[in-house]
């Protein structure tokens, strides 16, 4: 995300009625004159010079004509006034609404450069409202609204939505860079398959070629480290009718997990609505899904094969090798479904597991 541009804005303005006492004095002529001068009522003139009324197009044409100052002067003074008074006044709305802005995970957003540094309360949060795009709270809680979350908390970890909202933010805003084809279904289909072939390789040597061969089908793949308090694995979601998005935090950070997760969230892509937002957490429990898990792990190892490999009733390091290879995937992924059916416990053949870190 580029960092805003700094442009110096002074805490003060000059009011124009300000410039024009100057300006009369300078003349040596009364406010009364002007309004003559001018052909317009002395009270408005009075107003003017008070600030209670504002300097119009017409009035700066007037005073231009009268005082030599460009028209320009008048309504640039104007205008410089009147937005700073907005300012003081928002100044005071958006610090009223601090704590608002401390629900969120504004000191990570920092560190990850997404929003500088604030100056004070009311900075935080207009900060915060330009990283989620929105010129107000309410118009910012609207868009929180409008997402049709597809998930349930686990009783072991509860997700906290402000953390969640300001992740799915962050997947946003990488995947403005990801010029993506219009969806087509066919050809995400047949990108699954590339991607299923290249399990075998290193899951943070490719993510350029994840990223590219799902952009040729219409969807953008993020990799977005997880913020805040939020155990999840990932989400779908469509951008817009044209542009899907899965994204991902690589939460328990190995190759199984990282793939059973994309295939899901991929089935949610083809199977599901296109106006909820579904994320994978540890407790999922609806239709859809467990009609995305049978799918991802259909897609994966087809279950007739997996099933005859288990009535086998040979884990060895060895047979799972073999039967990885007979499959093309990575063999991590047979000991992670393995693991899940309790055929495996969760410290067996991990080693054939691949193992990431976030870089710092």
């Known amino acids: 995300m580029a960092h805003e541009q ?39 003139i009075v107003e003017i010079l008070s600030g209670k009324a504002p300097v119009e197009p017409e009035t700066a044409l007037q005073f231009e004509k009268v005082t030599n100052v460009n028209a320009t002067v008048w309504l640039n003074l104007e205008s ?36 500088d540094q ?24 609207a868009s929180f609204a409008s997402y049709s979350i597809a998930f349930r908390h686990s009783p072991t970890f509860q997700t906290d939505n402000k953390s969640l909202y300001a992740w799915l933010r962050l997947g946003e805003i990488q995947a403005e860079s990801i010029a993506c084809k219009d969806y087509d279904r066919g050809t995400f289909l047949k990108s699954l398959s590339k991607l299923r072939a290249l399990t075998t390789e290193r899951v943070d040597e490719i993510l350029p070629q994840i990223e590219s061969i799902c952009a040729r089908a219409g969807v953008a793949f993020v990799l977005a480290r997880p913020i805040g308090k939020m155990p999840l ?10 542009k899907a998005l899965i994204q991902q935090t690589m939460r ?43 799918w991802a792990a259909e897609f994966l190892i087809p279950a007739a094969e997996l099933a005859q490999f288990i009535r086998s009733a040979d884990f060895s390091e060895e047979a799972v090798l073999e039967f990885a290879s007979e499959q093309g995937i990575a063999p991590g992924i047979v000991v992670g479904q393995l693991q899940k059916r309790e055929h495996l416990t969760y410290r067996q053949l991990n080693h054939l597991k691949q193992w990431f870190e976030w870089e710092e």
């Open 6 to 44: 700094h442009v110096f804005e002074p805490d003060y303005a000059i009011r124009p009625g300000v410039f024009l006492e100057e300006s009369l004095e300078a003349m040596g002529i009364s406010a009364r004159e002007l309004a003559r001068r001018c052909g317009r009522s002395a009270k408005l």
């Open 80 to 115: 410089g006034y009147r937005l700073h008074l907005a300012r003081q006044f928002e100044d005071q709305k958006l610090s009223d609404s601090s704590a608002w802005a401390r629900e969120f995970p504004l000191r990570e957003l920092q560190e990850r450069g997404m929003i």
């Open 118 to 141: 604030p100056k004070d309360n009311a900075d935080a949060v207009r900060k915060l409202l330009k990283f989620f795009g929105v010129a107000g709270i309410n118009a910012c809680e």
């Open 233 to 242: 694995s990932g989400i779908s979601r469509w951008l817009s009718p044209r």
């Open 252 to 294: 328990h950070k190995s190759n199984d997990h990282f793939w059973f997760t994309f295939f899901h969230e991929a089935a949610h892509i083809i199977l599901h609505s296109r106006k909820a937002v579904f994320v994978v957490n540890t407790a999922t429990d609806t239709v859809e899904e467990d009609e995305a898990n049978k």
